[in-house]
């Protein structure tokens, strides 16, 4: 049987029909076969048959049943082997996946990064009179996809379509819950709009058919919106808040970063 064995794991489906398919007519043939033996023993007459070919004809019969129900057999355990692989397969590969999203959150700066990066944008940006722009995302998960497991692979997508809607200097932060922020170096406010369109579009690719998370967002701009590194951070907290999620831990600053974000925000 090992020459049968060798089946596509994509033509599975396939394969079981025809499985059927053979059960079925060999049922239909044996049962129209002894339809017709019984016919012509009820109402013909009756043909001579010596003892040998009585021996013959059983025998075939006793060889053919056995072999055929060990093939239909042999086939089925062929079938659920393939099965249970693929569905183990299956079972790894979301596990992969799982494995990989969760990586890509834990890679991906955090509030203390974005706030190293935001004073040295910021300071770079009102030296040479520059705009800098914020663009904050909040992810939720829709209904039903609540446990954690599924949260952090929704996050997961939404950062991994996040990254792909990115420029070489933009840069991307992930503060827990769901919550992303985009820092957008020289980018005025009717851009940082323009960007936003982007990345909702690759949001909504990430999202699929089904809606597997939800997502708004928010833009800050300076000079537009703000007038200091210390706004922008605000800026932050407020729509973390406001969208009911925890405040990601501060970075302790020493003495000296909070003379230089003073003198920064002044």
Not at 49 to 69: K, S
Not at 91 to 118: K, S, V, W, Y
Request: glycine letters at 6%; charged letters at 25%.
């Amino acid at each position: 049987m090992k020459f049968f064995d060798h089946i596509d794991p994509g033509a599975l489906d396939r394969r079981m029909w025809q499985l059927w398919f053979l059960a079925l007519s060999t049922i239909l043939v044996l049962a129209t076969g002894l339809a017709l033996m019984m016919y012509a023993v009820l109402f013909s007459k009756p043909v001579e048959l010596t003892e040998g070919h009585f021996t013959t004809l059983f025998t075939a019969y006793c060889v053919l049943m056995p072999l055929l129900v060990g093939y239909l057999f042999d086939r089925h355990i062929v079938i659920k082997h393939l099965r249970r692989k693929i569905a183990e397969e299956e079972h790894q590969l979301m596990n992969l996946r799982f494995e990989a999203r969760a990586n890509l959150l834990d890679n991906l700066p955090g509030i203390a990064h974005f706030q190293d990066r935001l004073a040295m944008e910021f300071r770079r940006a009102s030296r040479a009179e520059q705009p800098v722009s914020l663009v904050i995302v909040g992810v939720k998960p829709s209904v039903g996809r609540s446990n954690p497991a599924e949260a952090t692979a929704v996050y997961g997508d939404a950062a991994k379509a996040l990254t792909r809607k990115l420029r070489g200097e933009d840069s991307l932060y992930h503060f827990g819950q769901g919550a992303f922020a985009i820092l957008l170096p020289r980018v005025q406010t009717s851009i940082a709009h323009r960007v936003v369109e982007r990345l909702e579009e690759g949001l909504r690719d990430a999202a699929g058919p089904n809606g597997q998370f939800e997502f708004e967002n928010r833009v800050t701009n300076y000079p537009d919106h703000v007038a200091s590194a210390r706004d922008i951070e605000k800026a932050v907290m407020d729509f973390l808040s406001e969208t009911g999620r925890k405040h990601p831990p501060e970075q302790a600053a020493a003495p000296g970063d909070e003379l230089q974000m003073k003198a920064i925000s002044g």
